[in-house]
């Protein structure tokens, strides 16, 4: 296999709604989305500091705490796809609905260098700031799919998949610099 046909660590895959979006919840969509992106934000928080020293200090990745970072990720991209319009399911804590992502589990002491994670997020710079913008457009393009949405009961396509690349192009930077599933530093692409 070439290095071109091997796969990425991180893997996303939204699915474009094939029936038409509901109005209403669309319409009430910030206010709905609150609970959830309170739940999402509580869930969220030292994971990445306890990865980072456990490859540093001990060269381990335990399956369990891969396995709870991998759900929660699961869990927070459900939770984007329904801010940003991309489905009508409210997001489940359990089950993939209409977002299939995958994240492989790494071999840390042959694919995974002791000391990167200690630099990992700094490397990783030069996508904040692209994505910093890419996300700005992404802001844009979730205002223009809810009133697309709320006229004709469908969220355009072009704009869904730019939604799906941003979202996916972010996961893959936080697969290297903060979940450490790979040290393959990230493409800079949507697809």
């Keep these: ?3 071109q ?7 996303l895959q939204i699915d474009h709604p094939t ?6 919840t669309t319409f009430f969509r910030p206010i709905w989305a609150i609970p959830i992106l309170v739940i999402a934000a509580a869930l969220t928080g030292i994971g990445w500091f306890a990865t980072a020293l456990m490859i540093a200090a001990r060269q381990r990745y335990p399956r369990w705490w891969f396995d709870y970072s991998r759900e929660l990720t699961r869990f927070t991209t459900r939770v984007g796809a329904y801010c940003a319009l991309m489905t009508d399911h409210y997001p489940s804590t359990e089950d993939e609905q209409e977002v299939h992502l995958e994240l492989d589990y790494p071999d840390v002491k042959v694919s995974l260098n002791r000391w990167m994670p200690l630099i990992k997020w700094f490397l990783a710079i030069p996508h904040y700031v692209v994505l910093f913008f890419a996300w700005i457009v992404a802001f844009f393009a979730v205002v223009i799919a809810w009133f697309a949405i709320l006229f004709t009961g469908r969220y355009p396509e072009a704009l869904f998949a730019y939604m ?3 979202i996916r192009w972010t996961l893959r930077v936080s697969a290297y610099a903060f979940l450490m599933v790979t040290d393959t530093y990230p493409p800079f692409s949507l697809s």
């Design 1 to 3: 296999m070439t290095a």
């Design 5 to 11: 046909s091997v796969p990425y660590a991180a893997r």
């Design 19 to 24: 029936a038409q979006l509901d109005r209403l």
């Design 164 to 166: 799906t690349g941003v």
